[in-house]
């Protein structure tokens, strides 16, 4: 069993770590949406 700070810790690293890529992906991901609708 893991410890409880261990969880705590992944779990922050891993929002950081979405915030940083969903800030980074925001362009792209409009860009994609778009790229999308033309294609399908």
Not at 27 to 39: C, F
Request: proline fraction near 2%.
């Amino acid at each position: 069993m893991y410890s409880y700070n261990f969880l705590i810790t992944i779990r922050t690293t891993y929002e950081e770590l979405c915030t940083k890529f969903s800030s980074i992906l925001i362009g792209p991901k409009k860009i994609y949406r778009h790229l999308a609708k033309k294609i399908l």
